[in-house]
């Protein structure tokens, strides 16, 4: 029985003498994609999304600041240069200066403008809109709107009324407004208004004269067909300059119940439209009472629209696609829903506070709220065994794939065997120290950005490891972080294996010596058993094994199974030079060699 079994040996030996020699067993386990998507344990700031099958990980949209009183009602709202927020508060009956705490810093109140008018304690100060801008001299005024043909006023510092224009009776004539709903002071010291229900936007001259019109007074675009020239009831108007000083100029104008947004140069051609015209909806390229657009830095638009009076913005792009939508239903935190919205600003990339953030007015829910992308995103895995179930590993790099933009950043953490957490690194791919060495691993993603306008995204992670007493890390490689990395090697003096070995397998800059009494006394176990599976002698599917994508029952290959043993379950040894040596010993004691 004895020498049967030497026989037997002998055969196996010289199969897997014929394979090709193997150097590791290295695998890749990859999260990130439709067949193996993340295996998110916590998520807090974030989300999972699809992009053509492959799973991501971006930021939530987030409420980042909010100001609520009872009956705010804000119907305008301007983003300061001190960071403060300025609010029109028509059911509050004032205007009100509001800093980051929520504190009140400001207020023009009901009194204030009866007595600077002469008006009654009984007539109602609404206002509608407001805007603050510097004013020649280095001073700070405010521009207040009020609606019903009540006259625009310009405030000094001191509250003194300094212009107006409107005689308080509503119509088109002289000096007169019919509806004027918004009102800001251009550079050159006009003023633009959007004279609602007179159907046309006006820029007045400091003396009261009217230095551009579009839209026909009194005349609504849709008894005209639209036709060049006409205006429904515009609610706001935008002037865009992007050459001060050689006379070109185009207006942006929200056509409310046009239901477009129309962008006009100084001789009345439309340049630009998005929405159908006097048509509702809230498909691709409709609107649904547009009451504001605006002009991004980067020339994409804005638009506050309110379908069915709950309120939505559009981020659009020049050629009409839509970048963003809010609230978006797979993307709203809670009691993220708006009502009825009248008013929208975008914080400039360079605010000091939530840069790329967009500051609403939420009317019917009497707040004012920015949203943005959460600034941090923390995403925690589950425990994960690479594909190796039982088997003691040595993790070698942990590496990922995704999107930063500008002011972001992601941060890598892992801990093995319910052990603490340990600093990965930033780099695309880190390497980890040979004290990583366990039989699981879990990974923590972090995300911070400082621009809450931008959206970053975890794409794929992925974690290099190799069966420990499989591999032997280099006396070089000390772990720690790399951009690039690289393939630990063995050494001949390498880190001592720490998986558990089977009788008769030792360590050897070779591989694992096994012994002739190591290889009876595991012949005479599990081995003897199930040896059509251990000793693989080509690259053909290794049933309940690990293959090269970590899976059991993959299909194994070179780097997976030539050459190399399975040892009673304990771990992938590269046999190939303890064999060779056993053999070589076999044929030199079989009977009648002396």
């Known amino acids: 029985m004895r020498e049967h079994r030497h026989t037997v040996v002998a055969l196996l030996l010289a199969l897997v003498l014929a394979q090709p020699s193997v150097a590791t067993a290295r695998t890749t386990y990859r999260e990130g994609s439709a067949s193996r998507p993340f295996s998110v344990g916590a998520l807090t700031g974030g989300r999972v999304v699809e992009t053509a099958g492959d799973p991501r990980i971006v930021p939530r949209t987030a409420i980042l600041w909010e100001f609520k009183t009872p009956s705010l009602d804000p119907r305008c709202i301007q983003l300061l240069t001190n960071g403060n927020v300025l609010i029109a508060s028509r059911d509050g009956n004032r205007v009100l200066e509001v800093d980051i705490s929520g504190r009140i810093v400001w207020t023009y109140t009901s009194g204030e403008y009866q007595a600077a008018f002469g008006l009654p304690a009984t007539e109602p100060f609404l206002p509608f809109a407001v805007h603050r801008f510097p004013a020649p001299d280095g001073s700070q005024h405010t521009l207040v709107t009020l609606r019903k043909g009540a006259p625009v006023f310009e405030l000094d510092e001191n509250k003194n009324v300094v212009w107006s224009y409107g005689t308080g009776v509503s119509g088109t004539g002289p000096g007169q407004l019919f509806d004027a709903f918004s009102a800001t002071r251009l550079a050159g010291g006009n003023t633009l208004i959007a004279d609602n229900q007179g159907c046309r936007v006006i820029e007045v001259t400091p003396g009261g004269d009217i230095a551009w019109q579009y839209g026909v007074a009194g005349e609504p675009a849709s008894a005209h067909a639209y036709a060049l020239g006409y205006l429904d009831w515009p609610r706001t108007a935008q002037r865009i300059d992007p050459r001060p000083g050689d ?26 439209q998005y929405g159908q015209n006097g048509v509702p909806g809230t498909g691709p390229g409709q609107l649904f009472d547009p009451s504001q657009a605006v002009e991004l830095p980067d020339g994409t638009i804005m638009i506050l629209d309110n379908p069915n009076k709950v309120g939505r913005v559009l981020h659009v792009a020049r050629d009409h696609s839509i970048i963003s939508v809010y609230p978006d239903p797979a993307d709203t935190p ?82 093995v065997d319910d052990g603490a957490w340990q600093t990965a690194g930033s780099a695309k791919r880190i390497e980890l120290p040979a004290t990583a060495v366990g039989r699981r691993i879990k990974y923590r993603a972090v995300i911070t950005t400082v621009d809450s306008s931008q959206q970053a995204s975890i794409e794929a992670v992925s974690i ?50 096994i ?80």
């Open 247 to 272: 006379g070109l100029f185009t207006t942006l104008i929200a056509d409310e119940p046009g239901q477009r947004v129309i962008e006009v140069d100084q001789s009345g051609a439309v340049i630009w």
């Open 464 to 513: 290099e490891a190799a069966p420990a007493a499989d591999h032997e890390r280099s006396s070089a490689t000390t772990g720690g972080t790399s951009s690039t990395g690289g393939t630990p090697t063995s050494a001949a003096n390498g880190n001592t294996p720490t998986a558990p070995i089977p009788s008769g397998a030792k360590g050897s800059a070779g591989g694992a010596l």
């Open 334 to 415: 809670t009691n993220g829903a708006m009502g009825e919205t009248r008013s929208v600003v975008v914080s400039p990339p360079g605010a000091s506070r939530f840069p790329g953030s967009v500051l609403m007015a939420d009317e019917s829910n009497d707040r004012v709220i920015r949203v943005g992308y959460e600034s941090s995103v923390k995403l925690t895995s589950l425990d994960l065994d690479c594909g190796l179930p039982g088997v003691r590993k040595d993790f070698l790099a942990i590496s990922w794939g995704g999107t930063l933009p500008k002011g972001t950043s992601l941060m890598l953490y892992y801990a």
């Open 515 to 594: 012994s002739d009494a190591g290889v009876e006394g595991v012949l005479d176990g599990p081995l003897e058993t199930a040896a059509g599976h251990v000793l693989a002698t080509s690259a053909t599917s290794i049933p309940g094994l690990p293959g090269p994508g970590g899976a059991p029952g993959d299909l194994g290959g070179p780097a997976a199974v030539l050459g190399l043993t399975y040892l009673a379950g304990f771990a992938w040894y590269p046999a190939r030079a303890g064999l060779a040596r056993l053999a070589a010993d076999r044929t030199m004691r079989s009977p009648g060699r002396t």
